[in-house]
């Protein structure tokens, strides 16, 4: 056979073997075949590849130049087949993605919907409620906080053991380690008592933050409510009865609660909390004590003429088993699936 027509039989191998290539490209059922095909087509062994060895059986230098200018046309063709290709498989994956996870968010007129609040502040909204209704006032604070609000006013300076409990995060700003994020609500215990004249009696609800990893029972951001009490001869007594007035006008007459000792370096007593459920079951609920004597005293008030008392617990813990939530996370995902059921 010629050399012409050894480049002729050539050629029209490489044109076969290109117009398969792009039949194949074409023909493919998803994007993962596509890859395949792909580093199939690229292996020195492929046939496309194979033809580079036949140039070499060529003696003249411009029918090797036609062979490999036809190889490199064959190759840039594919190239950009498998290119469109891939873009095409894209933008199905993301079509079909954006068709399974899509939400009806069209306001019908012939269908008025209306929100509602979300599962933790109406937690918060009836706790508010109800300490109303046993006569207490509300009272809020900065979420950004100073070390001695926070800490030291408390009954907690810097070498206080119990401040490592907090895990606090605190922010670049004025003298280091001296301005956070409120790691509880007991702040604004000390702002109340130094802005308002006893008697007191005020809640204080809020958001608070730890470092905390987030999980089935903990969140790094967290809701609270505390409560506090300062007046003339006020006893454990008296907290006693109102964790328990508390505990039937929040969860019903069927509920009890009982105080175990603890230990809080703002109260002294302290003590844990826990209600009884119908079924006879006990739940923690949070943290009680007679305010100590020192907190009083960061806050203006004088520990021989007035005595207080304080509790405080969870808030979204209160939802979580208000509604036998499972998992805490789930009330932050903002999945209407999971928001609509409240």
Partial sequence: ?????????????????????????????????????????????????SFKSDMGKLSSVEDKRTIGQLLNAAATLISTAIETRTGEFTELEISNRIARESLDLTELLTQRRRGHSHIVTQATQRLED????????????????TDFNNFEALNMPKSHPARSEFDTMFLEYGEPGSVLLR?????????????WKPPIYAIMPG?????????????????????????????FAHLAGTIEAFTKAFFG????S??????????????????????????????????????LRSGGIDPEEFTGFAFGFG????????HK????????????RFLRQF
């Fill in 315 to 322: 808030i979204d813990r209160m939802a979580k088993e208000r």
């Fill in 183 to 195: 790691t509880h609500t007991s702040p604004v215990q000390i702002r109340v008592m130094k802005s």
């Fill in 130 to 145: 109800v300490f109303v209704g046993l006569g207490f006032q509300i009272a809020e604070g900065p979420e950004v906080e």
């Fill in 258 to 295: 009982r105080l175990r000792p603890s230990f809080f370096p703002f109260t002294e007593p302290s003590a844990e909390f826990d209600i009884r459920r119908a079924d006879g079951e006990w739940i923690e609920l949070g943290g009680c004590g007679m305010v100590h004597p020192n907190v």
């Fill in 1 to 49: 056979m010629s050399e012409q027509n050894t480049v002729g039989a050539i050629s029209q191998a490489i044109e076969t073997a290109r117009d398969s290539a792009l039949q194949a490209i074409k023909s493919a059922s998803d994007l993962d075949a596509l890859r395949a095909l792909g580093v199939e087509l690229n292996k020195k062994e492929s046939q496309l590849n």
């Fill in 253 to 256: 007459d069927d509920f009890s």
């Fill in 207 to 235: 958001r608070v933050f730890r470092r905390d990893t987030p999980d089935a029972t903990h969140m790094p951001v967290f809701h609270q409510i505390e409560g506090l009490v300062v007046d003339r001869g006020i006893t």
């Fill in 325 to 336: 939530v499972g998992d805490i996370r789930e009330m932050y995902t903002n999945d209407l």
